[in-house]
């Protein structure tokens, strides 16, 4: 199953600096979505990206770095900045667990420039065939939206979505 966003924020904390990365925790629990939203069992995930300001990376550091922190989480799935980093990052997700399923940022939150849904698929595509069948169980933005306009914000959801689609055949 494929989903585009993580439910219920609950806190956020930092990294050790030599990390190079922002960390948040979310739980998917049964009130977690609100009014009319179940889970069917409670999810955790953490986010961590590189740091947005102006569409500038604020922090600097290697997906390769953190593997040996994301293999000590308590969590169900990651929610990781991808679009933008380089091929080595992908490559050394391989070494993540195979118990925590891996949520992987393929629309760029830091350019203005709304991704097309075929060069969504192929990102989605590359991934999979890196990481192997299974790996990936979310698509999503790399981080939040806050520095993009609203209209460009919601062509790049209209991407993924449509680029999703396109790359699951439907």
């Not at 550091?61 to 593997?67: D, Q, R």
């Not at 790996?135 to 209209?151: E, K, Q």
């Amino acid at each position: 199953m494929w989903y585009s966003t993580v439910a219920g924020w609950s806190a956020t904390t930092t990294l050790p600096s030599d990390t190079g990365a922002r960390a948040m925790y979310w739980d998917s629990g049964p009130n977690a979505g609100g009014p009319g939203v179940a889970a069917s069992r409670p999810q955790r995930a953490v986010h961590l990206c590189f740091g947005n300001y102006g569409g500038q990376t604020i922090q600097k550091g290697t997906w390769k770095a953190l593997i040996a922190f994301l293999n000590q989480l308590h969590v169900d799935h990651l929610v990781l900045e991808l679009a933008r980093r380089p091929d080595s990052d992908l490559e050394a997700l391989k070494q993540v667990r195979t118990g925590i399923s891996l949520g992987l940022g393929v629309i760029d939150i830091k350019e203005n420039v709304v991704e097309s849904p075929a060069e969504v698929a192929r990102r989605i595509e590359r991934c999979e065939k890196t990481l192997g069948g299974g790996r990936v169980g979310w698509v999503h933005p790399d981080c939040g939206f806050w520095m993009l306009h609203r209209s460009v914000a919601e062509r790049k959801i209209a991407a993924l979505v449509r680029g999703r689609d396109l790359y699951l055949g439907h």
